[in-house]
């Protein structure tokens, strides 16, 4: 039986042959409403390729409000929405729901809280940018000494499955919550953690949710800083569906020390699992005298750790080394970015945590983000001087394509806030630049010889993402013929193995759909593999149940 790698390897020899260099098909600067300092914060790309970019405005007082704009996937300025609390406002998650309507939500400090409490804020708006409603939404949980809006100290917000908003902090107070597309809650609970409670505060939530085993896996660096016994640790919490805890980890502990860390990456593993790139940054030794100790830690479904990566601390004093940037390729293996000793770095590796390979370029600061696109992997860094670099990687490590994006100095320059992908083969990168009057800067890119097909179609076809991508039990596949062509579509599970073979032989021109049905099928990741005339395009499919 023909296996799903031996066809992966024809795949990538017609590409290899083919890449050139990334094109700019837009590039946006967009000041906010109060022509001052503006700050990037994420982005998200619909299934339509609208961009949505999240970031923050900064009035005449020095005070942040939330901002939130939405670009055309041709790169216009469509509409752009400010929104604010009171003060110090900061987005934390935006959604989409089927019928093309964005959720955005934030947190802020509005004028009636004391100092340190802060209210949520989530929004909901029409593709034309219309208000359906402004929800400012509570949820007090008793803590020593009164109650806390926990819902206003969330630092992340995502979708699972089931068409709810998630929710989920850590600290003096634990919690979960969802709620459904119409800001109304369908579920909220706290709950004790029982690792380290007498470390009450938490920083760098890290969730996200697995839509093959429909659990939330969070990582967060849990401390005490007010002594004694100054300490901190990363800790992780798998919850399911239901808010109810699997299990609780803790991984690392450490002195503060004028410690800070960062969970810079969560993703969750093709055979069930988690991945968290962490960074713990923190002074050793003399006063002043800073290390760096990143790791990539991956654990499977019951938190037993698969691997720990950690990279070798350098030697010299204020030396820098992290893990910036982490994705999956369609293989599950992982893909990092970063630096050493303030020196760009990018490596692939195995699900089983071998070093595959690894590239350095001396001539760049560091790397930022990464994007998987089937096996390939762009990367996003920057130089002394202010330019920003996307470059492309085969999986064998070679360069692909490379692109230089200008910046004047470090101080009135680019820099570099996400970067993304979606299933054309599109990239976009988010940003500032400008310096003191710093404004939001958004790019679309593509590699000119994976878009070309989609781009101009030379060969006669075009393939499109199946929908709905999850789907459960199925879904939708569908592709165009210019004329009539030889077509062989198949479906494939993460091993590689072909489980059906969905059409075999000659189809006239035109547009078709077909539909494949998951029932009696594991929910994961399953390939779908389409030949029309010895061309091949794969595309990733989720089976949720």
Not at 138 to 150: E, L, S, T
Not at 241 to 261: D, R, V
Request: aromatic share 14%; hydrophobic share 35%.
């Amino acid at each position: 039986m023909k296996t799903f790698y031996s066809v992966l390897v024809l795949l990538f020899i017609l590409h290899i042959q083919t890449y050139s260099q990334f094109a700019i098909e837009w590039e946006n600067r967009t000041d906010g409403v109060y022509g001052n300092f503006d700050n990037s914060d994420f982005m998200k790309v619909d299934t339509d390729g609208n961009v949505f970019v999240a970031g923050r405005s900064r009035n005449s007082s020095f005070v942040e409000d939330a901002v939130l704009i939405k670009y055309s996937s041709s790169g216009d300025l469509l509409w752009q929405k400010t929104e604010n609390i009171g003060g110090y406002d900061l987005p934390i998650g935006i959604e989409f729901d089927d019928a093309g309507n964005c959720f955005f939500a934030f947190t802020g400090q509005s004028d009636t809280n004391s100092w340190g409490e802060r209210d949520f804020i989530l929004m909901k708006y029409d593709s034309d940018g219309n208000e359906i409603f402004r929800k400012q939404l509570n949820y007090y949980v008793a803590i020593p000494g009164g109650q806390r809006n926990v819902l206003g100290h969330a630092k992340k917000m995502v979708k699972d499955g089931f068409n709810n908003l998630v929710l989920f902090g850590v600290g003096i107070a634990s919690w979960f919550v969802k709620l459904d597309y119409q800001g109304e809650f369908t579920h909220k609970s706290n709950f004790e953690l029982q690792l380290n409670p007498d470390l009450p505060y938490y920083d760098q939530l890290n969730i996200m949710f697995d839509p093959i085993s429909n659990n939330h896996y969070a990582g967060f660096i849990k401390f005490n800083n007010t002594g004694p016994g100054y300490k901190s640790v990363f800790q992780m919490v798998k919850l399911n569906n239901a808010g109810e805890i699997e299990w609780e980890k803790q991984f690392f502990e450490f002195p503060l020390m004028s410690m800070y860390a960062t969970v810079e990456g969560a993703e969750f593993r093709y055979d069930g699992g988690a991945i968290f790139s962490i960074d713990l940054h923190m002074a050793s030794g003399p006063v002043g005298v800073v290390r760096d100790y990143p790791h990539l830690l991956s654990v499977n479904s019951g938190g037993e750790i698969i691997f720990d990566v950690e990279l070798p601390v350098l030697p010299g004093d204020n030396t820098e080394t992290t893990f910036c940037g982490t994705d999956l390729d369609q293989g599950g293996n992982i893909w990092v970015t970063g630096d050493k000793d303030f020196k760009y770095f990018i490596a692939r590796y195995s699900a089983a945590g071998e070093k595959l390979w690894e590239v350095m370029d001396t001539t760049l600061h560091k790397g930022l983000k990464v994007a998987c696109d089937g096996y390939t992997g762009t990367a996003v860094s920057m130089d002394a001087t202010g330019n920003v670099y996307f470059k492309k990687y085969d999986f064998n490590g070679d360069l692909l394509a490379s692109h230089k994006v200008e910046g004047s100095s470090n101080i009135d320059g680019v820099t570099i806030t996400d970067l993304t992908n979606d299933d054309n083969h599109n990239y976009y990168f988010l940003g500032n630049i400008g310096g003191n009057n710093q404004d939001l800067l958004t790019i679309k890119f593509y590699d000119e010889a994976t878009s070309v097909t989609e781009k101009t179609n030379p060969e006669g076809f075009k393939v499109f993402q199946n929908y709905p991508n999850p789907f459960n039990p199925s879904t939708k596949i569908s592709f165009s013929l210019a004329e009539k062509s030889n077509v062989n579509i198949s479906v494939y599970d993460i091993l590689g193995k072909e489980i059906t073979n969905l059409v075999s032989g000659d189809i006239e021109a035109g547009n078709h759909e077909l539909s494949w049905n998951g029932t009696g099928f594991a929910s994961g990741i399953y390939f779908c593999v389409i030949n029309i005339n010895g061309s091949i395009e794969t595309i990733k499919m989720a089976l949720l149940k």
